[in-house]
C-alpha cells in the first residue's frame, strides 16, 4: 500500500469511525479509542446509538461537517463497506482506511473502477499495528 495514501490520511484535520460500538472487544471501538489516545478529531458513525466512548455520534457519513477534509476508518462487513465507499466518493471524503476483513473481491473491484486507488488504504494494514508509526514518522 502506498505511503503516500496513508500521508493523505493522516493529513485530514477530521477523522470518523464507521464500526464501533459498545462492546469493548470489538476493533471498531478499539480503533475509536486509538484516536482518542492519539488527541485527534475524531466522530463515530453509527446508526443506533447516540454517544460512543464520551463522543457524540453521527448517524451516517452524510452528517460529517466537512466531508472533504474527513479521514474515515472502516471496520464493517463488506457488505456494508462497498455501501460506503459509495457514499464517501459521492460527499468527497478526504481518504478512508478499510481495517482488515472489511473488503472482499466486490469491494477492491469498486475501489478500483471507481478510481479510489489514491485515496483507499485496503488489503490488510491495520491502524492499530502501523498507524503509531506514520504518526511519528509522517506527521
Given amino acids: 500500500m502506498s505511503t503516500e495514501i496513508k500521508k493523505l490520511f493522516f493529513s485530514s484535520t477530521e477523522f470518523a469511525v464507521v464500526g464501533a460500538s459498545k462492546d ?3 476493533f471498531g471501538t478499539k480503533v475509536l479509542k486509538w484516536y482518542k489516545d492519539h488527541d485527534k478529531v475524531v466522530t463515530p458513525i453509527h446508526p443506533k446509538e447516540d454517544i460512543l466512548e464520551d463522543l457524540i455520534t453521527l448517524k451516517r457519513l452524510s452528517d460529517l461537517p466537512s466531508p472533504p477534509t474527513t479521514s474515515v476508518s472502516i471496520i464493517t462487513p463488506a457488505v456494508v463497506t462497498l455501501k460506503l465507499l459509495k457514499e ?12 482488515p476483513g472489511t473488503d472482499n473481491e466486490e469491494v477492491r473491484s469498486y475501489i478500483v473502477d471507481a478510481g479510489l486507488q489514491d485515496k483507499v488504504v485496503f488489503g490488510g ?6 498507524g503509531e508509526g506514520y504518526i511519528k514518522t509522517y506527521l
Avoid at 88 to 99: D, F, P, R
Fill in 125 to 130: 494494514p491495520c491502524i492499530l499495528v502501523e
Fill in 88 to 99: 464517501a466518493k459521492e460527499l468527497g471524503i478526504a481518504a478512508l482506511w478499510l481495517q
Fill in 24 to 26: 469493548q472487544t470489538k
